[in-house]
């Protein structure tokens, strides 16, 4: 919201500090001020001028050359804008003078032709972003003051400074000058006037100047019109729910023209662009009260009645954009007594707009529900003050006022007279709402006490009423344009605490009591994998959940963009990519881990999805940094594996899995595919699985199929592995300590000649179980193939550690031990000692 | 003396080159060849340098003596050892051992005076970079969840989440914003079928937790949340973001704004200023933006503070939230807060662009591995 120091200074008189002083005080009451604009700035050397001639530039299609009255004598300029038109006026810079960017104006030469000065948009003056085109100034050539040369600022009023206040959704009342004025004045609401009118002169303003109550020019309700008149137009509301007040006055006679200076600066001020004089007071009124009006050019409305009724199927209405627009029974339309005028409370229509012939008007003021406001914004994809207000709501009890202020302004800038009653349907509002207020309940929730005096000295000046019922209970009484964010105790309590200033209150830490919610084990596990991971060389990746089609399940309705319409299920594809944008980038050596959130759709319509949390790795490059001592190699499956094997005995089992069996499945073990089996993503024969130790399968583990990758030709392989995480994880079971062996044990170390078929644990759990209680482990520490090794054979190197318990072993003990291996190994699955 | 120093280091120099030769004889013929060569009488190649004795003063002369007796001696011994490692294989003759094998740990073991690639003069050139593993570490985001946790826990907070995907009840009615408020409009929201959305900020967790639960309630809520936005510097459409929620009897405005200052002075140091300033939150009343203003020492040791820094909205639960927890108002109070941890984390790292966050290039992320 745009607000003129000047329009404040204008409605509040005891209004103190400079533009920048209250720029902070709207801060602190809740209310940021984005900028500060001085509008003067820079526009010293601007000035008025008029265009007296317009033709053609003999040498380029796009330019200009006019003669310009700057007041120093014609002038030529060469204008590249195509509004530009003779008789009209416009800033120009003359020759020496300076914009407010900096650029120097210089005598210079065209394609050709001579051009001393520059006519000006308003976006080279700073004054706003406009439209194409030079600013146009449509000034009232009556008044004297209007002189070729006469200084841009003085003549616009423009010594002025506007304040970009942020006006949260709560408070439509702020959406006002009156309202900005009410939360700034030293006297509050009570010491708010009505602004004369400059140089206003009409007898039906006389009135209007002396504040609140005052009727002006604008004849009471009953009574008879000013011009003794008929109105001789109705008006009836169809849907009393959607717009329960509509106030009408006709006003005929008027003279459609240019606003007067005044008008203009202060609507130039906020950036809105005068129009003509009806249209420009009416959006002054709007500025200044928060209350939206509209004019309706009355020879438009036909049958002589304004219905407030649903569109039809099938109505359309041009609004003021321009724009048909298709109406349904969904909307409010402003009629006729046949065809919509306008859009209730969003926008009005082109047929019956305020135009240079128009010489009656129909002012119209009324009170519009802010839901189906909002929900036909919507629809239309239209948003304009006036519905902007209006769904957020607009007081309901200032209709009156803001009509009569409007017809005073509209009696003084364009002429005519009010005929007729003011026509008023729907009612007014009986009661303002009241809202108790117990006085220790203010203690209780902002932690400081407040009395009832302290109260009244903070509620009143924003129009509040504040009633003492007994020693603890108030009783407040709400004013009309607070009646939409005070509704409820909470409501008052906010309110007291926002005007006593929130760094008035202490920030003494008291002691707490421990809650009663634990800590989710999930984030401990988390926690667990990023540092067992962030230790073994991998970097955390965070990537968006988005997935493009085929990734997920679960589809986003209104997504960002055509690839992010899915919510994924795995994050490894996302990965992936990552990689791919690493190695694009010539960062060869990609280790990244996630922990994120994966959505799978939920066999119930109308569910929500279900979510996992879900751990997943991609590695490419070398096992590590390259040293002069020789490179450690690619990473292979071994590492991949290893990697697995160590987040497998991280994870514990899952106490929200439904079973004890869950709950103490601590530990995860990998499995190869059965028979070197493919899963889709991964190269056939180099995947695995991983199981949790209830022997579900929990992820999936390999090397990428290369078809899924777009790298560079000199890329390696590329490994993945993604496992689901327990969703409540049970907690892993304490470590019992081991006393530690007194006797050395034995090694025995075997060779074996293995057939090709066989796989190398099938051959250490035989060993394992034929070894007797003496046998302590087994390990492979030599695989072999080749020179030495017949064909259809692996030589597998084992090694045995024995030992016994508080005592040394013998030879024939282990001996014995060791026949009872190589004899299994070699009856049961065909496996011979090597050289034996 | 400078003669005599020139002396002494022609010594050495040779004393290494037959050290070397030595490791290389294949045999024990080789050895021999080496001997003569450097310790020879007549043709001796340090025997040479001796002769030259006369070139350097009279009183420096023992003292050359002496360090060629101790290159003789280092050399000796180790011909020595290595005709006998000859002796224990067996190897008689010239074959021995195949071409010298390059040294893959780049020493030779310790003890036993150094050679090999890694060495020099005989000790380890410890100017070589050592073997290292690559750099790995937390999300930057991370970093800055793990420490505004570490600082809540100390203030006896847990951790809670939620789901995601939610409905627009949790989402936005039981937060006390009606779907036809223009405060539901303000956060774009991304919809799924059936009118489940994912969740616009974390405070469905604050719902779902106090259903649960009974009061007293401390919990932080970390998680990811979604927004209709599309990439630019300051904006994603998913981002994290951080809830705070406190219900217990007696709580009230003065402990929410004690509990973050206490947190912010943890946080960003003792010197920081807090700032609350009226806002507006459909779920919380009073609500209030919290800025604070960094006080830090900047090249020149000049002290400096920031500008006002906008890093959360908080306020006091409201009513209607309570009530659509079943949680009694009148009974208990609480307040809530919530915050972005990449917002910050932009803020502490000197991070320009928001997208870095998620573009996961490993040059990026490395900058805060091991941390």
Known sequence: ?836 | MSGTQSLIDALHALGDEALSAVSDASGPGELETVRVRYLGRKEGRISGVLRRVGEIPAEDRPALGAEANRVKAALEEALDARAGEFAGTGSGNEAGPAAPVRDRTGSSPAGDGGQGPGTRRGVLDLTLPGRTTFPGGRHPITLVVDELWEIFRGMGFTRARGPEAETEWYNFEALNTPLDHPAADEQDTLYLKGGNLLRSHTSPVQVRVMQDHEPPIRILAPGMVYRRDTYDPTHAPAFLQLEGLVVDEGISFVDLKATLAEFARRYWGPGTQIRFRPSFFPFTEPSAEVDVKRVYTDEDGVERETDWLEIMGAGMVDPAVFEACGIDPERYTGFAFGMGPGRIGMLKYGIPDIRAFFENDVRFLSQFADR
């Open chain 1, 1 to 836: 919201m745009n607000i003129s120091y000047r329009w404040l200074q204008s409605l509040a008189p005891d209004l103190e500090g400079t533009p920048d002083a209250l720029a902070e005080r709207l801060t602190a009451l809740g209310f940021p001020v984005e900028d500060i604009q001085r509008l003067s700035e820079g526009l010293d050397g601007i000035v008025v001028a008029k265009v007296t001639e317009v033709r053609p530039h003999p040498n380029a299609d796009r330019l200009r050359v006019c003669q310009v009255d700057g007041g120093a004598g014609i002038v030529q300029v060469v204008c590249g804008a195509p509004n530009v038109e003779a008789g009209a006026w416009y800033p120009l810079a003359p020759v020496g003078a300076t914009l407010p960017g900096g650029m120097q104006i210089r005598k210079a030469k065209l394609r050709g032709e001579v051009s001393e000065g520059m006519l000006c948009s308003e976006i080279e003056l700073g004054l706003g972003r406009g439209k194409d085109g030079l600013m146009e100034l449509r000034l009232d050539p009556a008044d004297p003051s209007v002189q070729p040369g006469a200084p841009l600022v003085g003549t616009l009023g423009l010594d002025d400074v506007r304040l970009d206040v942020e006006v949260t959704s709560n408070r439509p009342d702020l959406l006002s000058h009156r309202g900005i004025a009410r939360e700034l004045a030293k006297g509050g609401d009570a010491s708010l006037v009505e602004p004369p009118v400059p140089g206003g002169a009409s007898q039906a303003l006389e009135g209007g100047q002396a504040g609140e109550g005052a009727e002006g020019g604008l004849p009471a309700e009953a009574g008879p019109a000013a011009g003794g008149g008929e109105p001789g137009v109705a008006v009836r509301i169809e849907d009393l729910e959607r717009c329960p007040r509509y106030l009408g006055l006709v006003i005929r006679g008027i003279r459609v023209g240019p606003s007067p200076a005044w008008l203009q600066a202060r609507l130039r001020a906020v950036g809105a662009r005068p129009i003509n004089n009806v249209v420009d007071v009416t959006n002054y009124v709007l500025l200044e009260t928060g209350q939206p009006l509209h004019a309706f050019d009355l020879a438009r409305i036909g049958g002589g009645e304004i219905v407030v009724r649903r569109a039809r199927d099938g109505e359309t209405l041009r609004t003021l954009d321009g724009v048909e627009r298709k109406l349904t029974p969904d909307m409010l339309a402003i009629c006729d007594a046949d065809t919509p005028l306008a859009v209730a409370g969003v926008m009005g229509g082109e047929a019956s707009e305020v135009s240079a012939g128009t010489t009656d008007i129909l002012l119209e003021c009324a009170l519009f529900a802010p839901g189906p406001i909002r929900a036909t914004r919507k629809a239309l994809g239209l948003s304009t003050d006036a519905s902007y207000r209006f769904e957020r709501g607009v007081d309901p009890d200032g209709l009156e006022r803001a009509l009569r202020r409007c017809a005073d302004l509209v009696v003084a800038t364009a002429g005519g007279t009010p005929e007729g009653p003011v026509l008023d349907a729907g009612a007014a509002r009986s009661d303002r709402p009241r809202v108790p207020l117990r006085i220790p309940r203010i203690a209780r929730l902002l932690g400081i006490p407040f009395d009832a005096d302290q109260v009244r000295g903070l509620l009143t000046p924003l129009g509040f009423g504040v009633e003492q019922h007994d020693a603890e209970m108030l009783e407040v009484e709400v004013p009309g344009w607070r009646s939409w964010d005070v509704t409820r105790e909470v409501d008052l309590i906010e309110e007291i605490a926002r005007r006593h200033g929130y760094d008035r209150f202490p920030d003494a830490l008291a002691p707490y009591r421990p809650g009663t919610v634990p800590d989710h084990p999930l984030f401990a596990l988390e926690d667990g994998l990023r540092s067992f991971l962030s230790g073994r060389g991998l970097l955390e990746a965070q990537t968006p959940a988005f997935a493009p089609r085929g990734e997920g399940e679960v589809a986003v309705m209104n997504p960002v963009s055509a690839e992010e319409g899915w919510l994924r299920s795995a994050l490894v594809p996302a990965l992936l990519r990552r990689v791919e944008y690493n190695l694009a980038r010539g960062n060869r050596d990609v280790r990244l881990f996630e922990l994120g959130t994966v959505f799978r759709s939920s066999a119930e319509a109308g569910a929500l999805p279900s979510e996992r949390t879900h751990l997943a790795l991609v590695l490419h490059g070398s096992r590590a940094p390259g040293h002069w001592t020789g490179d450690a190699g690619a990473v292979d499956a071994w590492e991949l594996k290893g990697l697995t094997e160590a987040i497998g005995g991280l994870v514990p089992g899952d106490a929200a899995g439904g079973t004890a069996a869950h709950a103490t499945a601590n530990g995860h073990a990998v499995r190869p595919l059965a028979g070197g089996g493919s899963a889709p993503g991964f190269v056939a024969g180099e995947v695995f699985e991983v199981v949790d130790a209830t022997g579900a399968v929990v992820g999936t583990g390999g090397r990428v199929d290369p078809a899924r990758l777009d790298l560079p030709p000199w890329a390696g392989a590329v490994w993945g592995l993604e496992i689901t995480l327990p969703v409540e994880p049970a907690p892993r079971p304490i470590p019992r300590v081991r006393s530690l062996p007194t006797h050395p044990g034995v090694e025995r170390d075997l060779a074996l000649l293995v057939p090709d078929p066989l796989p190398a644990a099938k051959v250490v759990a035989l060993a394992r179980s034929n070894g007797g209680s003496l046998l302590r482990g087994v390990e492979i520490f030599d695989v072999y193939m080749g020179k030495g090794v017949e064909p259809g054979m692996r030589s597998i190197a084992i090694r045995l550690r024995f030992r016994a318990d508080g005592r040394s072993l013998t030879d024939t003990e282990v001996d014995g031990a060791m026949e009872q291996v190589t004899r299994a190994l070699r009856e049961e699955i065909g496996v011979r000692i090597r050289g034996g």
